[in-house]
């Protein structure tokens, strides 16, 4: 949405009623409403499938969701997890006009991205395995892998450390992408990320 706007000149419009901040802060907590609605709607058609059809199991679903304040913990993660993508994603569209310029900045985070998809069955076989645990650890890693390791109750002092990695991580990601987005919202120059880089650093 951020792409489109750019190219159609909307976001030019927008800066001139609002700031960059509070455009990047209305478009990241805008699509995490959305998509909480969308969640919340199947989850409610999926809870009442499974009392309805396969109450046994719905007991279990709900065991295993209320187990340990499993909830609370996803909700966490979540939390942290989507402001360090979402920042990220909405300051990279920014600097873009079409999805093609985008590739060039989405391809190392893509590749990022994988890492924890392909560690996922390991977390949940093995969730105390050392790569796992070291992986855990690493910010864009950890809103994975930790939800993963909770049903086996790892070590509160791991939970409540990546958590606040995680969460610092996330605080410095808003900052440096809210840079990156008030610089790309108006640029024109060629991206890479060096010119991305260098938007951060001078913050303009």
């Not at 070291?134 to 930790?146: A, R």
């Amino acid at each position: 949405s951020v792409m489109e706007e750019k190219s159609n000149k909307i976001l030019e419009v927008l800066l001139s009623s609002a700031s960059a901040t509070e455009i990047l802060t209305g478009k990241v907590l805008g699509v995490a409403m959305l998509t909480l609605t969308v969640l919340a709607g199947w989850g409610l058609i999926g809870a009442a499938g499974l009392l309805n059809f396969a109450p046994a199991q719905a007991a279990d679903v709900g065991e295993v969701l209320l187990h340990g304040g499993m909830l609370g913990y996803f909700a966490a993660f979540m939390v942290g997890g989507y402001l360090m993508y979402a920042v990220l994603f909405a300051a990279i569209g920014a600097f873009c006009e079409t999805p093609r310029d985008a590739q060039t900045l989405m391809g190392p985070i893509m590749m990022v991205l994988v890492i924890p998809m392909l560690t996922m069955q390991m977390a949940l076989m093995t969730p105390d395995a050392p790569v796992v645990r070291i992986l855990s650890w690493i910010p864009f890693f950890t809103p994975f892998l930790m939800i993963a390791r909770m049903p086996s109750d790892p070590p509160m002092i791991e939970v409540i450390g990546a958590m606040a990695g995680m969460f610092a991580f996330a605080v410095v990601m808003v900052l440096i992408a809210g840079r990156a987005f008030r610089a790309g919202a108006l640029s024109d120059v060629k991206l890479s990320w060096k010119t991305f880089a260098g938007a951060v650093r001078r913050g303009e």
